[in-house]
């Protein structure tokens, strides 16, 4: 039996497994990535991607390779929101269920782009191996044990049998809702389970688009079609459509109930357009699910993305999650392999993004229970925008340093103010002539930002950078500084003094700050670097 050693060996390659060896190859940390299916999705789901997700790809160095993928300005469909209809071709009648801000140039240096996942997976798996990783198509995993030292896993190659072990130091299970991964752990999970069933419906219809007069939208519902709800997205750009008519198993309904030709009819008849020409591509049954894992974390082993929660895919945060998932335990695992952190900072992983998986699923029920008309005043009420469940979420955990901890994970109001737990505010800086937004200076190192030049801070970073050995890097913002300002007031966006500074992790996430001048800089720095990077040496939890 074959036997292969790698430092991260990563258990799916759907966008999130693709992404968290993007990542962690930026990082300058290889892994192997193995998947069941024999290639990359040819269906174009999880078609919109965030502006969040947009500054990882950006922060990786890859944003432009993903944003050439868009087809036009997609932007106009984001805008069009959620809207409903009886029957596509009364589209003058829509009615605007939701009208999400999603992005905004005050918010981001990014953009929601549409774009299906048949195409980006594609790149995610290229990028992979320009970035020295390996992805192994065709092969799934049997087995798994661990230790103190690593994760020894043994895979099967699906088309001839042969077995491999696999030793790595850590495993991420990245396997989707019926993660192998993490039913060879026992992990369970907790939420309200299955609350509907659904078939994607793909399809090519010609005439649709004169129907519905080019109109732009996120997602079109249709109440013609007698005993379901039909969905209609094209939020990619392109064909196929994609239509999700409801099924019900608890009536006795299978998904054999549902051929190609009871598809087109309800095709035409959300259409009002009986003699529509409709070509089935595809169909794919699955779950609307409400369900959260009780731990992101067992031993050296990891779940991420629908391995660790699932939920409705109202507000589209199923895979943009799961990236976010990979952007934070990717660059934890680099610090820990690397050697500048310790064990404790990937407990850290499973605080932060467990909090937030789990208020976004709920986020996604309160959508869900909105759209299909099942809200009372209170769910309503209870829906957060999505700008803040997508970029506006807030940490506590370990990795932060003061703080409001006991603030909600999603506030009712969007506050990037510079707080500690949340996303570093977007300002557009100049650096040497070069127009750069603040969230370009995070990636793989520690940053910390003040005012003034003669503030000590500077100085005092990279004194306690060489002691701790953790890469960090001190910039003065402000005129005569490092960066420059091109618009608005650095220190009042991120609520500081000029004699202030902010500390921001790798991931653009603020772990301190001080507000105002510090005596003993160097005392306080160690302090706060020492308690998020504990040294390395304390263990593995189980």
């Given at each position: 039996m074959t036997r292969?050693?790698?430092?991260?060996?990563i258990v799916g390659a759907g966008p999130v497994g693709l992404s968290t060896a993007l990542f962690l190859g930026r990082h300058g940390v290889r892994s192997l990535v193995v998947e069941k299916r024999d290639g990359t999705s040819t269906l174009p789901r999880a078609p919109g991607l965030q502006a969040r997700t947009m500054e990882l790809f950006r922060a990786a160095g890859v944003n432009q390779r993903i944003r050439a993928l868009e087809v036009g300005d997609s932007h106009a469909y984001f805008e069009g929101g959620i809207i409903q209809v009886r029957t596509f071709a009364e589209i003058d009648d829509a009615v605007v269920l939701e009208a999400p801000s999603l992005d905004g140039p005050t918010i981001s240096p990014e953009r929601v782009m549409g774009c299906g996942q048949d195409r980006y997976e594609r790149v995610l798996a290229d990028l992979v191996t320009e970035a020295g990783s390996e992805v192994k198509f065709g092969v799934e995993l049997l087995a798994l044990d661990q230790d103190g030292e690593g994760v020894t896993a043994t895979l099967r190659d699906t088309a001839t049998g042969e077995e491999t072990v696999v030793r790595a130091a850590y495993l991420v299970g990245a396997d989707g809702a019926g993660s192998t991964t993490r039913r060879a752990l026992g992990v369970r999970r907790t939420g309200l389970g299955t609350v509907f069933n659904a078939l994607s419906v793909y399809f090519r219809?010609?005439?649709?688009?004169?129907?519905?007069?080019d109109r732009k939208f996120i997602l079109c519902y249709a109440t013609a079609a007698p005993g379901t709800l039909m969905g209609l997205s094209r939020l990619h750009g392109v064909d196929p459509w994609q239509a999700s008519p409801l099924y019900y198993p608890e009536r006795g309904e299978t998904t054999a109930d549902y051929p190609d030709e009871r598809c087109v009819d309800i095709v035409r008849t959300a259409a009002g357009k009986p003699d529509l020409d409709v070509e089935i591509v595809a169909k794919v049954p699955w779950q609307g699910a409400q369900l959260v894992a009780d731990t992101f974390r067992s031993g050296r082993v990891f779940l991420a993305g629908d391995a660790a929660h699932v939920h409705p895919p109202a507000g589209g945060f199923g895979a943009n999650t799961g990236i976010h998932d990979a952007h934070n335990l990717s660059w934890k695992l680099a610090a820990v392999l690397r050697g500048w952190a310790g064990d404790a900072l990937l407990d850290t992983y499973d605080a932060e993004r467990r909090a937030v998986g789990s208020a976004m699923a709920k986020q996604a029920m309160v959508r869900n229970r909105i759209r299909h008309g099942f809200a009372d005043e209170e769910t309503k009420a209870s829906m957060?925008?999505?700008?803040?469940?997508t970029l506006g979420y807030r940490y506590a955990s370990g990795a932060i340093v003061g703080g409001r901890s006991a603030a909600p994970?999603?506030?009712?109001?969007?506050?990037?103010?510079?707080?500690?737990?949340?996303?570093?505010?977007?300002?557009?800086?100049d650096r040497d002539g070069t127009r750069v937004s603040t969230i370009d200076l995070f990636w793989d190192e520690f940053v910390l930002l003040t005012g003034s030049r003669d503030s000590g801070w500077r100085e005092a970073a990279e004194r306690v950078a060489k002691q701790l050995s953790v890469p960090l890097r001190a910039y003065s913002v402000g005129?005569?500084?490092?960066?420059?300002?091109?618009?608005?007031?650095?220190a009042q966006a991120y609520g500081v003094s000029e004699?202030?500074?902010?500390?921001?992790?790798?991931d653009a996430f603020v772990a301190w700050r001080a507000a105002g001048k510090v005596t003993d800089q160097d005392a306080v720095l160690t302090d706060v670097l020492s308690r998020i990077c504990v040294p390395a040496g304390g263990g593995v939890r189980s």
């Open positions: 292969t050693e790698v430092p991260v060996l219809a010609p005439q649709l688009r004169d129907l519905i007069k957060v925008d999505d700008i803040i469940v994970v999603l506030a009712p109001e969007l506050d990037l103010s510079g707080d500690p737990g949340t996303r570093a505010p977007h300002l557009w800086l005129t005569g500084g490092d960066l420059v300002p091109v618009d608005g007031d650095w004699q202030g500074a902010v500390l921001v992790r790798p």
